[in-house]
């Protein structure tokens, strides 16, 4: 499974396509938080395994005061903090053992996608929890590798930038 593909470009597997929780906690006694994942998607690239998962629909949330919202935006400003993340999900942690197992000398890295606000590539080292699931120990932040984007001038509308005080209420585009 660790292999090139026939053309030399990394092979992908799909681990999950549906959200799936992923906790996460941060260095220096920052807040932890809670993410939904989506897409979860191994890449393999002669040993080096990437974990990729998609966060960006935290940051679609209505309610900018939501926990997924609020703990996304966290990791946009924490991400060189973050000390590990978390995927109880069963599924996804049989799948990238049968993964770290194919491969000789497997080396793990882990790219978070936080659309608009960065990608960000972590050196990790996983292992199984006893409870089930797996996690992801943060060994290096990969700056080369990352990009981040402060959100600029776009400010998020609010309930109360709306003042739709009426049963009805507008779509945010």
Request: glycine share 8%; proline share 6%.
């Amino acid at each position: 499974m660790g292999q090139s593909g026939p053309t030399g470009e990394p092979m992908k597997y799909s681990l999950r396509k549906t959200p799936s929780h992923l906790h996460l906690t941060y260095k220096y006694g920052e807040a932890n938080g809670g993410l939904l994942g989506r897409n979860l998607v191994l890449e393999a690239d002669g040993n080096v395994l990437t974990l990729e998962v998609d966060l960006s629909a935290n940051l679609l949330a209505r309610n900018k005061s939501s926990p997924w919202y609020l703990d996304a935006v966290s990791l946009s400003t924490n991400y060189h903090k973050l000390k590990s993340l978390q995927c109880p999900d069963n599924l996804v942690r049989t799948r990238l053992i049968r993964a770290w197992e194919g491969v000789e000398e497997p080396k793990m890295r882990m790219r978070l996608i936080l659309a608009p606000r960065g990608r960000y590539l972590f050196e990790v080292s996983p292992h199984s929890l006893f409870m089930g699931g797996i996690q992801l120990d943060v060994q290096a932040f990969l700056e080369e590798d990352s990009e981040s984007h402060t959100p600029g001038d776009t400010q998020p509308v609010t309930e109360a930038d709306g003042d739709s005080a009426g049963p009805h209420h507008r779509k945010h585009a």
